[in-house]
């Protein structure tokens, strides 16, 4: 298996790739920036956990992503609040990443678990 093959890891691309492609143009390069590199973490650190071959290390960066992606959730709520990210798409957004939040800590569990029974 191969961190391409996480629907997690899929899903979190293809967001991060949307928030780039819908605020490419625009000028608060400081809040266009925070966001975009919170949503570029979230898959980055999927992969960079899994990648370390180690079932303790990806849960460290399993982690790393979860906070990443309730760090996008709460940009996305404060661009809907000050006018920069409309309704339809924030809340499309902001439903994204709550899955993805639920994805990402049923791997924890199942790595725990994991990590638990191989002891």
Excluded: H
Excluded at 36 to 43: A, D, I
Excluded at 57 to 86: D, H, N, P, W
């Amino acid at each position: 298996m191969r961190f391409e093959d996480l629907e997690v890891w899929k899903r979190s691309t293809r967001l991060s790739a949307d928030i780039y492609r819908a605020l490419k143009d625009m000028k608060d390069y400081g809040f266009r920036d925070q966001i975009t590199r919170s949503g570029l973490s979230v898959p980055s650190n999927i992969a960079e956990g899994f990648e370390r071959k180690s079932k303790k290390e990806f849960l460290v960066y399993l982690k790393y992503a979860l906070g990443s992606c309730g760090e996008l959730r709460t940009q996305t709520y404060i661009g809907m609040e000050i006018g920069y990210i409309g309704n339809i798409t924030g809340k499309k957004w902001i439903q994204e990443t709550k899955e993805i939040s639920a994805m990402i800590t049923s791997l924890v569990k199942t790595n725990r678990q994991y990590l638990k029974e191989s002891k």
